[in-house]
């Protein structure tokens, strides 16, 4: 049997089936150990100064320990650091985007998604590039500025070449003072030659979600096609940051398999990519099973209640501390506005999961990935982020300015982040306010912006935030720190 390895470039090695069962077994056997409880918490608070080692980082198993804690009042104390350390890291700020699908053919048995090559009942579609334009377009009139971009797995449908192709058509649109500024990609793991043309495509983040970590549930979930290789697919980020791309998001589809084994091991391969690359997880996403075509979430044991992930969200952000955590529209505006509150800093707005969905009048569901839970417009989400006490941004600047990878950690861990991000959302803020926004969005937006304005520590900055704010008033537009 494999031992555990946190640098070692081996699935079975870095996410270790072992080492996972020995860290619930303690955090079950700890779990009312209050005392202990209370010394990793006071731990993690080193998290409330970030630092350029971004603080005291627990453990997989310190956090397990705490995820498994039921005494409310250490419950408590989680959500209340967790709302802290994200204000240290990320403020107030929330970054949107949205998802784009390009094709939903695809030659994988995954038993989860209605996209696996069995299901004949839904209707198969890729979008041709003057489609694309046309979803680009759309999007853009909407006021994003970052997408994510979505595709099934099928050689001969979406072969790498259509997905670059796809990527130059996006970042080639533009429509008045709209443009696609970001375009991350969610595809299937492939490899590093591959992901060296993806670099070179200038993606945003690429995101691969393991769906599952434990191996055997994997292999049972993903009978057929390229994806069964649960080592090809787990190992997929190192060879995306090997071939450049130094930022890379995680996450689990939560439902598949029990969520603590899933909590633990994500945590693994996090702190596996700090330990070999310098450089932890760009990104994290949280989802939830929901339902789809041909796939009834009842059909899995494993679902987590809204308490339970609440709590699962905030202790990701206590011991990940600088990562960006995302909240799709799976979940419903209840949930969202209360994940909010506990780390979450990227939520996706106006999100359509249908292959060219963004260019019909009336919301198409024959081609939908999942049920959309949160069917605002951007425009409602812009405005309730706001009545939350948030700040929408739709910056993309770090990227664009090649503050990637080490680079962004450098300024993340060390809380410098900050100073670029918080008036480059209140700059991106005001593009959305003066080109897309309703009335009532835009004269709450612009309050907003005048209260943080003010509050902003560095008087240059501040003077020159107000030199854009100003600019982009008239016209002028795509300013950045």
Not at 141 to 150: C, F, I, S, T, Y
Not at 260 to 270: D, G, K, N, P, R
Request: glycine content about 6%.
């Amino acid at each position: 049997m494999a031992a555990y390895n946190v640098t070692s470039p081996h699935a079975d090695e870095f996410i270790n089936h072992q080492e996972v069962l020995d860290t619930l077994a303690y955090a079950q056997q700890h779990k009312d150990d209050l005392e202990l409880c209370r010394q990793i918490l006071q731990k993690a608070r080193g998290n409330l100064t970030p630092a350029n080692d971004h603080g005291a980082v627990l453990s997989h198993r310190e956090a397990s320990v705490l995820l498994a804690c039921e005494d409310p009042q250490i419950n408590a104390e989680i959500r209340a650091l967790a709302r802290d350390i994200k204000q240290a890291y990320y403020g107030n700020r929330i970054v949107l985007f949205a998802p784009l699908y390009l094709s939903n053919y695809c030659v994988n048995g995954c038993l989860y998604c209605p996209y696996h090559a069995k299901n004949r009942d839904i209707p198969r579609r890729k979008l041709t590039q003057e489609e694309i334009r046309a979803e680009a377009l759309a999007l853009q009139d909407m006021g994003h500025k970052r997408l994510a971009v979505e595709a099934g797995e099928d050689p001969k449908h979406n072969p790498l070449n259509y997905i670059l192709e796809s990527i130059e058509t996006i970042y080639g649109t533009r429509h008045k003072n709209g443009a696609i500024r970001r375009v991350n990609v969610n595809i299937a793991a492939t490899t590093e030659d591959a992901y060296r043309q993806l670099k070179a495509a200038e993606i945003g983040t690429y995101i691969l979600f393991q769906e599952t970590y434990n191996r055997a549930r994997y292999e049972e979930l993903h009978p057929t096609g390229p994806k069964a290789d649960y080592a090809w697919h787990t190992e997929a980020h190192d060879r995306a940051m090997a071939a450049g791309i130094d930022d890379v998001g995680l996450g689990v589809l939560f439902g598949l398999e029990g969520y603590v084994y899933e909590f633990a091991a994500l945590l693994m391969h996090a702190e596996h990519l700090e330990a070999v690359f310098g450089v932890g997880p760009h990104t994290i996403s949280v989802p939830r099973v929901q339902p789809a075509s041909d796939i009834d979430p009842g059909q899995f044991d494993n679902g987590i209640p809204d308490e339970m992930f609440q709590k699962l969200v905030a202790l990701v952000r206590i011991a990940v501390p600088y990562t960006g955590i995302i909240v799709s529209t799976r979940e419903s505006e209840a949930v969202r506005s209360a994940v909010l509150q506990l780390g979450v800093s990227q939520i996706s707005g106006g999100s359509r999961t249908s292959v060219g969905g963004y260019t019909q009048p009336a919301r198409p569901h024959d081609t939908e990935q999942f049920d959309v839970s949160d069917q605002r417009t951007l425009d409602e989400v812009v405005g309730w982020l706001m009545d939350q006490g948030h700040l929408p941004s739709f910056c993309t600047a770090c990227y664009r300015a090649g503050r990637t990878g080490d680079r962004f950690m450098e300024f993340c861990k060390s809380g410098q982040i900050l100073d670029y991000c918080h008036p480059n959302a209140l700059i991106t803020l005001a593009e959305y306010l003066s080109d897309y926004a309703s009335p009532a969005v835009a004269r709450e937006g612009w309050r907003l912006i005048d209260q943080q304005l003010a509050l902003m520590p560095d008087e240059r900055r501040r003077a020159k935030a107000g030199e854009y704010l100003e600019r982009i008033r008239v016209g002028a537009r795509d300013f950045r720190f």
